[in-house]
Nanobody
Framework: QVQLVESGGGLVQAGGSLRLSCAAS????????IAWFRQAPGRERERVAA????????AYADSVKGRFAISTDNAKNMVYLQMNSRKPEDTAVYFC????????????WGQGTQVTVSS
């Protein structure tokens, strides 16, 4: 099992930047894919960015493409989400998730960190 702890959330003005961090521990060697999801009140959880544990094959939701960037630091067991040009609609709880299989659902989840973008 993999334990994930997010940090870096907070209040930011529209147009600003913020970087979220996710610290992974436990069986990190078994991670195949890592992702950031978000969930706003009354909305379904959305996957915003994903990559391999080594930071390759990054994929983004259309809503954040060109503004967000996922990266990993395997030496530190860290995952980051750089968020630029923030919009009020980016307000949500952001979750880090890990998948230990090539296909299927993400098995390990963090507790989430709140990000609020003011207009």
């Amino acid at each position: 099992q993999v334990q994930l702890v997010e940090s870096g959330g907070g209040l930011v003005q529209a147009g600003g930047s913020l970087r979220l961090s996710c610290a992974a521990s436990g069986r990190t060697a078994g991670i195949v894919r890592i992702a950031w999801f978000r969930q706003a009140p009354g909305r379904e959880r959305e996957r915003v960015a994903a990559s391999t544990w080594t930071g390759e094959l990054a994929a983004y939701a259309d809503s954040v493409k060109g503004r967000f960037a996922i990266s990993t630091d395997n030496a530190k067991n860290m995952v980051y989400l750089q968020m630029n040009s923030r919009k009020p609609e980016d307000t949500a709880v952001y979750f880090c998730a890990a998948r230990r299989s090539i296909v299927g659902n993400y098995q390990d989840w963090g507790q989430g960190t709140q990000v609020t973008v003011s207009s």
